[in-house]
């Protein structure tokens, strides 16, 4: 670790402080993301090993580089290549606010070469996030970071981690949140259409705090489904009626209307809901946030949808 001179503490993710740092002999500036090792409780992280063994294994220009790897007593470090802003941040800079509509589509083009990678390879990320998306200063790169959650693929689907473990809850896949415990690549391409929504809204699609809210807000929007996409799902909506109920009277609030009809819930006009995006994005849009997982959009079909056909995308592709 002597090889770098830290500069200033950038913000933390997932419990590990960043640390903005250069390379002493390049000059190149990098990443330093510090995890702390308590041997007494757990040794090494799962998560760690996890992300050091994935970012050596893909190579794609649309994924964090990882440089190396060092320690001082317990505090590894990752070495990551440095880019200035999550994606989070960025929709709310002077470039984005200017050039939005462009940027937006040379951003979610790289995000979806990015994740049609990883799937190529066999790997879901699992917690695809607007923080966890890096940019530089003008949003002319974009990078996937935070392999913490990915896991490789195994064919046929074995039983993985349940949904409550991974993903961040507002990017959370439905059948995630059904607690199925074998599930694709499909999740990923949930969280990219959560992406999507939120650089057109500049907020998150959905709001909720727990899970149940969730739901509620997914079958608001999109419509309840049948049962043979969700089996036992009358019961689930009773549990959820009941739960916004019970909500409503321990905060003294009536119902929200949305709720009245929440058993036999319709789609609503999702245009409505990202005011500003063309027709084919509406479209795009709606391939990726399919309540069945079975019919929502694959990252390689999203990247030749007709959404990127114009001469807005003419500098992305030569990238």
């Known amino acids: 670790m002597d090889k770098y001179e830290v500069f200033r503490f950038i913000g933390t993710v997932g419990g590990c402080r960043l640390l903005k740092a250069r390379h002493r002999s390049s000059g190149d500036?990098?990443?330093?993301?510090?995890?702390?090792?308590?041997?007494?409780?757990?040794?090494?992280?799962?998560?760690?090993?996890?992300?050091?063994?994935?970012?050596?294994?893909?190579?794609?220009?649309?994924?964090?580089?990882?440089?190396?790897?060092?320690?001082?007593?317990?505090?590894?470090?990752?070495?990551?290549?440095?880019?200035?802003?999550?994606?989070?941040?960025?929709?709310?800079?002077?470039?984005?606010?200017?050039?939005?509509?462009?940027?937006?589509?040379?951003?979610?083009?790289?995000?979806?070469?990015?994740?049609?990678?990883?799937?190529?390879?066999?790997?879901?990320?699992?917690?695809?996030?607007?923080?966890?998306?890096?940019?530089?200063?003008?949003?002319?790169?974009?990078?996937?970071?935070?392999?913490?959650?990915?896991?490789?693929?195994?064919?046929?689907?074995?039983?993985?981690?349940?949904?409550?473990?991974?993903?961040?809850?507002?990017?959370?896949?439905?059948?995630?949140?059904?607690?199925?415990?074998?599930?694709?690549?499909?999740?990923?391409?949930?969280?990219?259409?959560?992406?999507?929504?939120?650089?057109?809204?500049?907020?998150?699609?959905?709001?909720?705090?727990?899970e149940e809210v969730l739901l509620i807000q997914i079958f608001s929007l999109l419509g309840t489904p049948d049962e043979e996409i969700w089996p036992d799902i009358n019961e689930l909506c009773k549990r959820l009626r009941a739960y916004a109920e019970n909500q409503a009277k321990t905060l003294n609030k009536s119902i929200p209307p949305l709720l009245e009809t929440f058993d036999k819930s319709e789609p609503k006009e999702l245009s409505k809901y990202v005011k500003g995006l063309e027709e084919s994005g509406v479209d795009l849009l709606s391939k990726m946030l399919r309540v069945n997982p079975r019919t929502r959009i694959t990252a390689s079909e999203a990247l030749k949808h007709p959404y990127f056909r114009d001469k807005d995308m003419k500098p992305v592709l030569r990238f």
């Open 29 to 210: 500036l990098v990443t330093l993301k510090e995890v702390s090792i308590n041997l007494s409780q757990e040794g090494v992280p799962s998560s760690l090993i996890r992300e050091i063994s994935f970012l050596i294994e893909l190579d794609h220009k649309n994924i964090v580089k990882l440089f190396d790897v060092g320690n001082i007593g317990r505090r590894v470090y990752l070495v990551l290549e440095y880019l200035p802003h999550d994606l989070k941040s960025f929709l709310f800079s002077n470039f984005f606010l200017y050039l939005g509509r462009t940027l937006m589509k040379g951003l979610l083009y790289q995000l979806l070469k990015g994740v049609a990678y990883c799937h190529s390879h066999k790997t879901i990320h699992r917690d695809l996030t607007c923080e966890n998306l890096l940019v530089d200063e003008r949003g002319k790169i974009l990078k996937i970071t935070n392999f913490g959650s990915a896991r490789a693929i195994d064919v046929p689907f074995k039983t993985y981690t349940g949904g409550s473990q991974v993903t961040t809850l507002v990017y959370r896949a439905p059948e995630l949140l059904r607690g199925d415990s074998k599930y694709s690549t499909a999740v990923d391409m949930w969280s990219v259409g959560c992406i999507f929504a939120e650089m057109v809204r500049k907020q998150t699609l959905f709001s909720a705090t727990t």
